[in-house]
């Protein structure tokens, strides 16, 4: 069945970066686009970037740009996210997310803690 399982996170101060991993199974990884999500307490899940299906196009949300970068490996069904200059607030739990045959699929979720 299709899986996505996220790791990465963690605790780190702000300033610094992580990179989170998306690994992917269960479909064709390669023809479909991604995205990654975060979700902070209170607040409602938000778009942080998603990219097209071989890695053409990428957007991001505003508040990340300049800062985060999306990017994929076909080869081996795994989609990343580093994150640099990180602030308290990108403090939250960052999901993966695919559509396929239009059903969202997500992973569940890895913690992301920017504190001093």
């Known amino acids: 069945q299709l899986q996505l399982v996220e790791s990465g996170g963690g605790l780190v101060q702000p300033g610094g970066s992580l990179r989170l991993s998306c690994a992917a199974s269960g479909f064709t990884f390669s023809s479909y686009g991604m995205s990654w999500h975060r979700q902070a307490p209170g607040k409602e899940r938000e778009l942080v970037a998603a990219?097209?299906?071989?890695?053409?196009?990428?957007n991001y949300a505003d508040s990340v740009k300049g800062r985060f970068t999306i990017s994929r490996d076909n080869a081996n069904n795994t989609l990343y996210l580093q994150m640099n200059s990180l602030k308290p607030e990108d403090t939250a739990v960052y999901y993966c997310?695919?559509?396929?045959?239009?059903?969202?699929?997500w992973g569940q979720g890895t913690q992301v803690t920017v504190s001093s």
């Open positions: 990219i097209s299906n071989v890695g053409g196009l990428r």
């Open positions: 997310k695919t559509q396929v045959r239009g059903l969202d699929y």
